[in-house]
């Protein structure tokens, strides 16, 4: 297992550091290190082409069997130096737009993959729901650590546009598990109450941050009448995150248990400054490892092989999905101060996939719903298409379309 651990590192490092040298973004080589080193490509050197000496070099299946709390783990690394760089007064600028941000273009993304899957496959609408709300959510885990890095480059900084995408995508997802979860219920023949459901979100986005703020005051008091290093504060602080997920899974109440984190750090910031820019350090260099382990590992949860029995159909579906989005987010935008050419920037921010998608595609497929295969399929894929023009239009977008 750990020398399986140092392969994937070493070779996600390598290829990150290819990708950086072709201009393109490095996460991009993290994400072929796990599709080149994980399951579903270990299965094929090995059980079909009988090539057992290569087994020690592909990703261990203790470290897959782990896989999805490794991935939140990093999530949750990423989401607490999101929370301890967001200052209150950026927040008071841009928080309505953010809302907007955090609803309009996952809506208008989910119902129209709904209406066109329906249209093309001829799938029932629940199911067709489903599809539209696996492929809708953003990921964080691509988004936020692409924004922060603009942030510190202080590129976008005079509209705070890399706050208000941070803060829309850290949201966006509470829509889309909300309603993914609703049509997967109508999928398996259950009643579902829209109302209920629908208060759901709004009770979730208020939870989360009210646990969040709770929390963070108490760590400000804790860390004010205590000496305790640094090193041991991130780890207190990183335990009290994990908890909160956990919290969520109990499903005792609607909780958003991201956002609650992210509050977290942002009362930490409001109340005790010097300690939030020391607590920010230590965990930007946690990222520098915790960002190889979510990217490969997000690779290694792509099925190569199901993507093929989605075909050119599902393709089209995900790519009139993302001008959905698009449109979606011009919506969100109007009457903002944002130029069209930051209002494109927003957009491209918009479309990558990965993490809600790589935990909910199989979903469908494991509790019986019909054409829950090629679900999968066009899930998975639409990690594969998105992250790519999502991460470079990022990547080229901040050079051309922002200040």
Known sequence: ????????????????????????????????????????????????????????????????????????????????????????????????????????????????????????????????????????????????????????????????????????????????????????????????????????????IISGIVLGGVFGLLLVKFFKSYHIRDTRKVIIFLMISISFHEIETLNLFPMASLLGIMTMGFIILEKYPVLAKRLSLKFNKLWVFAEIVLFVLIGAAVNIKVIFDSSLIGIAIILIGLIGRMIGVRLALMGSNLNNKEKLFCGLAYIPKATVQAAMAGIPLMMGVPHGDILLAIGVLSIIISVPIGVIGITLGQKTLLK
Do not use: Q
């Not at 936020?144 to 829309?168: D, Q, Y």
């Open 1 to 204: 297992m750990l020398f399986s651990f140092a392969v994937f590192i070493l070779v996600a490092i390598l290829l990150a550091k290819v990708f950086e040298k072709l201009k393109l973004p490095g996460l991009l080589g993290m994400i072929i290190t796990g599709i080149l080193l994980g399951e579903y490509s270990k299965d094929y050197f090995i059980n079909s082409l009988h090539l057992n000496f290569l087994e020690p070099f592909f990703i261990s299946d203790k470290i897959l069997g782990i896989s999805s709390d490794l991935r939140l783990w990093a999530l949750i690394v990423i989401l607490i130096r999101a929370g301890l760089g967001i200052d209150k007064d950026i927040l008071k600028k841009i928080g309505k737009v953010a809302l907007r941000m955090a609803s309009i273009p996952c809506l208008v993304e989910g119902f129209t993959i709904m209406v066109v899957t329906h249209i093309f496959l001829g799938y029932s609408l629940p199911v067709s729901g489903c599809l539209g709300f696996i492929i809708a959510a953003v990921s964080p885990a691509v988004v936020v650590p692409a924004m922060l890095n603009l942030k510190e480059k202080n590129i976008g900084k005079e509209k705070e546009i890399p706050t208000l995408i941070l803060a829309g995508a850290s949201i966006d997802d509470i829509f889309a598990i909300t309603l993914f979860s609703s049509f997967l219920s109508l999928a398996l023949g259950k009643n579902v109450n829209i109302y209920t459901e629908i208060l759901k979100i709004p009770v979730s």
